[in-house]
T-cell receptor
Framework: DTGVSQNPRHKITKRGQNVTFRCDPI?????LYWYRQTLGQGPEFLTY????????KSRLLSDRFSAERPKGSFSTLEIQRTEQGDSAMYLC??????????????????FGPGTRLTVL | GQNIDQPTEMTATEGAIVQINCTYQ??????LFWYQQHAGEAPTFLSYNVLDGLEEKGRFSSFLSRSKGYSYLLLKELQMKDSASYLC??????????FGKGTSLLVTP
């Protein structure tokens, strides 16, 4: 297994265009997370899936953003009508969650290399 | 609301010990993580604490006090390759990570 992969690695688009990013998690990982990171800041949580179910979305997530994980494997993140403020690194992470004692289960997230979006 | 604070920058000498502090106020708590991030790269996992106390892992140790909302990452025998950003993150009830802004550590010869 080569880890979490993301495509494309870089995307330059014009304001108002739609973009879609793809994340392939580590195989058999049931959880998949999307984060956004801008320069000098820590990653900011956007949304996450357990298998194909989207369990949580950040309140900061605009309705221009939508994510899917149709078969519980890869995921896509789409941004419609991009704005210059959307310029950021979009990080995907996956984890294998679950255990006999859930309270002691820790959810180590493995991050992909990210997709750097530049909106002109 | 979520509030995670850590120093913006730190400098230390090769071979020395450095402690990076993190304080947090969050509405849910499922553990505290430390990640390392080199410039232009993805974060990589360093440590996890959910119970109070010290977790040691080679040159890296992490401490947690839940009652004080406080953690620190201790790096021993610093190497030049340890120059990176160190991110403190708290896992909420749904395990989504809330990250601090990161501490940029510069290791000098």
């Amino acid at each position: 297994d080569t880890g979490v992969s993301q495509n494309p690695r870089h995307k330059i688009t014009k304001r108002g265009q739609n973009v879609t990013f793809r994340c392939d998690p580590i195989s058999e990982h049931n959880r998949l997370y999307w984060y956004r990171q801008t320069l000098g800041q820590g990653p900011e949580f956007l949304t996450y899936f357990q298998n194909e179910a989207q369990l949580e979305k950040s309140r900061l997530l605009s309705d221009r953003f939508s994510a899917e994980r149709p078969k519980g494997s890869f995921s896509t993140l789409e941004i419609q009508r991009t704005e210059q403020g959307d310029s950021a690194m979009y990080l995907c992470a996956s984890s294998l969650f679950g255990g006999l004692a859930e309270i002691l289960t820790w959810d180590e997230q493995f991050f992909g290399p990210g997709t750097r979006l530049t909106v002109l | 609301g979520q509030n995670i604070d850590q120093p913006t920058e730190m400098t230390a000498t090769e071979g020395a010990i450095v402690q990076i502090n993190c304080t947090y106020q969050t509405s849910g708590f499922n553990g505290l993580f430390w990640y390392q991030q080199h410039a232009g790269e993805a974060p990589t996992f360093l440590s996890y604490n959910v119970l109070d106390g010290l977790e040691e892992k080679g040159r890296f140790s992490s401490f947690l006090s839940r009652s004080k909302g406080y953690s620190y990452l201790l790096l021993k025998e610093l190497q030049m390759k340890d120059s990176a950003s160190y991110l403190c993150a708290v896992a909420q009830s749904g395990y989504a990570l809330n990250f601090g802004k990161g501490t940029s550590l510069l290791v000098t010869p």
